[in-house]
């Protein structure tokens, strides 16, 4: 399979705990993102990389959530002290350069 | 007023028939458009891309721009049960993350 993967695609933890999420881009893909999407609502812009640099980080991204791409490959979504209104689809996308965004499975990621 | 609008429908279609859904967008500066779908408990799954004003049509599927109107709208002909699903406008600004629509859920009834 050469698309976006994605791991772990369901996660379920309580309240207070850290969480780690891991998404491997299309292989020749520069560019990665993540989204979290609720619930009747459709994909919010989170944070985006090309190759390592992290290069814009949305005013929704509070500082309990860290994102890496330490060597321009897979990326790494850290949530810690997870709350109940972390509970979303967290999914990550990839594209070459300026090109269309091509979305993996998501991360179901239940706070309870 | 929100960056990018959607009816959240559901837009019922009979099997066969076209399907239209619309989306508008307030920034003037949005340089890029996409349409997804999204199947129940999946992922965005792109469709169509557009960049210009007027028309692209692939297979079943036309996508429509009109950027002094701040408009795009996606055709679906001979719509087909497979077709019901979420669909999801998105538009990207001078960079280039994406600022999606809150979805128009599509119904095909047989």
């Known amino acids: 399979d050469t698309g976006v993967s994605q791991n772990p695609r369901h996660k379920i933890t309580k309240r207070g705990q850290n969480v780690t999420f891991r998404c491997d881009p299309i292989s020749e893909h520069n560019r990665l993102y993540w989204y979290r999407q609720t619930l009747g609502q459709g994909p919010e812009f989170l944070t985006y990389?090309?190759?390592?640099?992290?290069?814009?980080k949305s005013r929704l991204l509070s500082d309990r959530f860290s994102a890496e791409r330490p060597k321009g490959s897979f990326s790494t979504l850290e949530i810690q002290r997870t709350e109940q209104g972390d509970s979303a689809m967290y999914l990550c996308?990839?594209?070459?350069?300026?090109?269309?965004?091509?979305f993996g499975p998501g991360t179901r990621l239940t706070v309870l | 007023q929100k960056e990018v609008e959607q009816n959240s429908g559901p837009l019922s279609v009979p099997e066969g028939a076209i399907a239209s859904l619309n989306c508008t967008y307030s920034d003037r500066g949005s340089q890029s458009f996409f349409w997804y779908r999204q199947y129940s408990g999946k992922s965005p799954e792109l469709i169509m891309s557009i960049y210009s004003n007027g028309d692209k049509e692939d297979g079943r599927f036309t996508a429509q721009l009109n950027k002094a109107s701040q408009y795009v709208s996606l055709l679906i002909r001979d719509s087909q049960p497979s077709d019901s699903a979420t669909y999801l406008c998105?538009?990207?600004?001078?960079?280039?993350?994406?600022?999606f629509g809150t979805g128009t859920r599509l119904q095909v009834f047989p």
């Open positions: 996308a990839s594209s070459l350069e300026e090109r269309v965004q091509f």
């Open positions: 998105a538009v990207a600004h001078n960079t280039d993350k994406l600022i």
């Open positions: 990389f090309q190759n390592e640099a992290q290069l814009e």
